[in-house]
């Protein structure tokens, strides 16, 4: 019999639901690596924030993720948001590393991205002004808008939002020697030794789990982080992108995203 007085399928629900959620860790995850990308931008940042968890905003995120639509929330009013699924298991290490990498096609001084790629979710990742990010998961059996089922999406919201139009992330200058008068958080960049624990030495296997081509056969492992694809005729869709994470003579390691 059992000791909580709940069916067997309650518990079964509940335990579920709880495997869908962000863990504690994750969360101090998510902020601890906002926050060290915050602080290593190049050229660097004069007002740049520290950010915070809002859990205000893990609400709103987690109420959208949970609908399972594979695009951006058309009600998130003044948030910013990033999106990310992945196979197997959420990884928020590899999310915000996908994130971050496209900092390699930003360029502060014209305020552009390289043709053809992606860097909206590089810029709301260090969007100064954005002081606070708040995250939900949701494994779905069905991703609205993604043929690959059993997926496991995460959804960031952020205030204030980024990526507005017209304006560059943060002003080039000093380490913050334009932020609020006595504010020093984000003063000296996060060394090594204030990274997460285990940063970087396990969770990161789903950037390098290899993924063929349709044409091939796909295997597990398949990364979005946000909504790319191509059409039948093997064209990217307007609006859409898919890119070579990491390339072997003998497999693609695939990221497919939108932003």
Known sequence: MLSS???????????????????????????????HYRSQVSPHAADMLKMSWAP??????????AKCIWGHNKERGRRGENL????????????????????????????????????????????????????????CKTLHGVEE?????LVCNYDPPGNVRGR????????????????????EPVSALDRPENWGEAGSTHGTIPLKSRSEGAESGCMWGSQHFLSPAGKVLPGLRVGILRLSPEVNHLFVSIY
């Open 56 to 65: 205000d905003l893990e609400a709103f995120a987690k109420a959208y993720a």
């Open 149 to 153: 089922p059993d997926l496991y999406l």
């Open 5 to 35: 007085g709940l069916p067997p399928l309650l518990l079964l629900l509940t335990a579920v639901e709880l495997s869908w959620s962000l863990t504690d860790d994750d969360k101090r995850l998510i902020v601890e690596m906002h926050n």
């Open 84 to 139: 990310f699924a992945i196979t197997d298991e959420m990884d928020v290490e590899v999310a915000l590393e996908q994130w971050y990498d496209e900092h390699k096609h930003y360029n502060l001084t014209t305020s552009k991205c390289t043709v053809g790629q992606m860097c909206g979710h590089y810029t709301q990742v260090v969007w100064a002004n954005s002081e606070h990010v708040g995250c939900g998961m949701q494994f």
């Open 168 to 187: 560059k992330p943060y002003k080039e200058g000093p380490p913050c020697s334009k932020c609020p008068e006595g504010y020093t958080e984000l003063k």
